[in-house]
């Protein structure tokens, strides 16, 4: 990026570094931050899915977030694997449950937002927003994943959120990249 971190004209996180942090506060264990990582991951499939069959007759729109859907798979895949290394067995879903309600029945996405709502926001929206309330998720999913990288002190769980928030850098991409094409 020519001119540095001045030249940016891109989005920028707003708040506390803090910020987004705060859904986590309740997980006491590595094995339960992940936990709830793959649940928002989980929800995020969720939200992507109901997009997806809402922009259906959009050939573009419909690959764009069928593609998400399929990533946030992959995101939830990885957690759960790194939740079964840090334990050393599978999750305990009716434990997590009892601590992390919301979340993990699946009614909550990336950036703590609710799937229902989301949803029900987006019926009488276009392409555009959808698009735009999308890469406001995946901003927010980079950055807390940044940050969970940071705090968590187990290395393998480090690198499973570094390279989640690799991963949302390019879902951020890809999702600009139709934006402009739509705007």
Known sequence: MQGGIRAWKGMVAHGLPEAGM?????????EEIVGLAWALEEGSKFFYQGVAEHFSADKEAHEMFTWLVSA???HAQHLLETYEALAGAKPDFEKLRAKFTDSMSGTVMEGGIAVKEALAWIQDKGVSESLELAIAMEVNAFDLYIKMSRAIEDKQAQQIFEKLSEEEQVHLEKLAGLLDKRV
């Open 72 to 74: 946030e798979k992959s």
């Open 22 to 30: 705060a859904y986590f506060t309740p997980a006491d264990t590595a």
